[in-house]
């Protein structure tokens, strides 16, 4: 596991841009594993920046999304399809065919794997230690299913939802099976309110009570993460 401690949360957020972009330059046909949340937003920015400056193209680019929201449709500005156009999709020149979300009607993980697999994989930390909305309880071995969002979870996430809003309690996931394949993992991790989760991340035991554990047996898993991030660690 590398881990890259930057100053604060622009220049974990450039860091871990950058690396996407590099990635992008080398192979310009990658399958990329992408997340939602307030964690990537700024380097779905970077992202669009260097595609305005013609360094790089989506135009061979396949993604795969880690979750999606049940009981809210593909369109609804909470959905994390919605989400993706917002912040990256409408401003690259990706096709929509290229794009891919999980949803009960496809084997998702056979999509992935017919693909070719995920080249490189973009992730956030729950304050659970959820990864994708693997919540703690789930199994090493899990493929993609529908999951109940666990309190933590909910409470985390309300902030995107306006007062009285339909807030989902159930999606889709990615398994933790779909997301250890990946052949490089990079996760970002910035926040105060993130560093009792990255400590055990990366100093407790692997254990499925932690699901972000497990990335401790990665063979090519970079953490990106800032000074707040990573004050818990020793
Ligand atoms: C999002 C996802 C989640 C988030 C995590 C952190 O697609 O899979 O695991 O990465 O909940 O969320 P933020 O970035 O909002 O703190």
Redesign the pocket.
Known sequence: MKLHICDNKSSAEKACAEIFIKHLQSNPKANLGL??????VIVYNFLVKAFHFSQISFRHIKTF???EYLGIHALHAQS?RSFMKKHLFDHVDILPLNCFFPCEEINYDEAIKLNGGIDIQL?????NG????NEPGSSFDSSTRKVKLSDQ?LR??KRFFQAGEFQPDTAI?MGIKSIINAKEIIMLVTGEH?AKALQQLIEGNITEKFPASILQAHSNITIVADLNAASLLS
């Not at 992730?123 to 304050?127: D, F, I, M």
């Not at 959820?130 to 909305?133: C, D, E, L, R, W």
């Open positions: 997340a939602t949340g307030g964690t990537p999304n880690l979750d994390y992730l956030g930390l729950g304050t959820h990864i994708a909305f979870t985390d996430n996931s993130k």
